[in-house]
Nanobody
Framework: QVQLVESGGGLVQAGGSLRLSCVAS????????MGWYRQAPGKQREFVAA???????NLADSVKGRFTISRDNAKYTVYLQMNSLKSEDTGVYSC?????????WGKGTLVTVSS
């Protein structure tokens, strides 16, 4: 089992940047596909970014060119660097770890972008 704890959220002006972190506990972090999802107020949760065990990344079209996902397997941590933030990026950002059909979630961290 994996426990995930996100941090780094907060209030930022449009055009600003934030870096989110997700620290995992448990074992074999490097064998998990790690992802970030977000849920805006009144909307369903949506995919933001993912990074595979080999480092291949996938980003939602809405964040391409602005967000970067990376991982540090030695630190059991996945990051989401968010630049050029927009008001529509506001939401609760949650970390996900997945492998072999199992999926684990953190509680999320709130990102608020003021226009």
């Amino acid at each position: 089992q994996v426990q995930l704890v996100e941090s780094g959220g907060g209030l930022v002006q449009a055009g600003g940047s934030l870096r989110l972190s997700c620290v995992a506990s448990g074992s074999s972090f490097s064998t998990y596909v790690m992802g970030w999802y977000r849920q805006a107020p009144g909307k369903q949760r949506e995919f933001v970014a993912a990074i595979a065990t080999g480092g291949t990344t996938n980003l939602a079209d809405s964040v391409k060119g602005r967000f970067t996902i990376s991982r540090d397997n030695a630190k059991y941590t996945v990051y989401l660097q968010m630049n050029s933030l927009k008001s529509e990026d506001t939401g609760v950002y949650s970390c996900n770890a997945a492998r072999f059909g199992m999926s684990y979630w953190g509680k999320g961290t709130l990102v608020t972008v003021s226009s």
